[in-house]
Structures are given as C-alpha cells and as structure tokens.
C-alpha cells in the first residue's frame, strides 16, 4: 500500500516542542521506525507550516494513493479549506493527533477535520500514527 504522512504547523519541532505533550523523539526518527516496522508499505512523509502548502498536497496524492495519515495540527481546529479539501479528494483520510485534544483546551474540542475523515485515532503519542497504518492495512 502507498501511504502518506502529512503533518501541518509546528510538527517540524517535535522532539524540541513541549517534550511533556509531545514527546522527546523527532518525527524522522520515529518515521525510521515505522518504515522499518511496514517494509510492505511504501510509506512518505510531507510537513509545511502553510496552510495551502497542506492542500495541494492532498489534491496531489489524493486521486493517487492509498491511504492519507493527516495530523493538521493547530489547522484541524481551524481550517475549512484543509477539510474542503479532505471531502474532495478521493483517498481515504485518517485524522491523527498525538495528543489527546479532548482532555485540553476547548478550542481544540472541535475539529474541521473529523467529519470528512475515515476515522480519527488521537491520544496515543506518536504510536497514533502506527495505528493510522494498522488501520488501513486492516481495512476491507
Ligand atoms: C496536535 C493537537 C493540536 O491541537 C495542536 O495544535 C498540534 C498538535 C496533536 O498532534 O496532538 O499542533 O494536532
């Protein structure tokens, strides 16, 4: 299966960004891992700050692969354009976080996000996106 990765703002920073939420490893060495873990899968990664940068990267994946892993981090609570986005295309997305949103701020109790995607797993750390993979090689 081909498979992405995309993360949204500030997930460049893991492993430096609050360790206490986030955790202490980088996201490269944790994709090392999974990679390793998936040899089955053909698995990418792309990360951007910006806002449309996250959308054409879905327009660009998203009639190709198999499956989207999407953390849109701060944007999940934000973006109408990234969830437009996820409606539009045609690959299946799950919704990641590696917090648990629900047991913080209000503000990120609503996500964009969710109701366009095949499912949401959040609150595991990074093995949230393990699960995101289990989940479409499962799947039927
Ligand atoms: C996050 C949760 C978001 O609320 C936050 O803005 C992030 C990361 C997570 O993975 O836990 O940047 O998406």
Do not use: M
């Amino acid at each position: 299966k081909h498979i992405i990765i995309i993360n949204g703002p500030n997930l460049n920073l893991l492993g430096k960004r609050e360790p206490e939420i986030y955790g202490h490893q980088t996201f490269e060495d944790y994709l090392d891992i999974l990679q390793s873990k998936y040899s089955e899968c053909k698995l990418e990664y792309f990360q951007s700050n910006i806002e449309g940068e996250l959308i054409d990267k879905l327009h660009e994946v998203g009639f190709k692969y198999d499956g989207i892993i999407l953390n849109a981090a701060a944007y999940t609570h934000t973006s109408v354009g990234i969830s437009d986005a996820v409606k539009a295309i045609e690959t299946p997305v799950v919704e990641v976080h590696i917090s648990n949103t629900y047991a913080r701020e209000d503000f990120r109790h609503v996500s964009y996000i969710s109701p366009n995607a095949k499912g949401v797993i959040l609150g595991f750390g990074l093995k949230s996106y393990d699960l995101a993979i289990e989940s479409f090689i499962f799947s039927v």
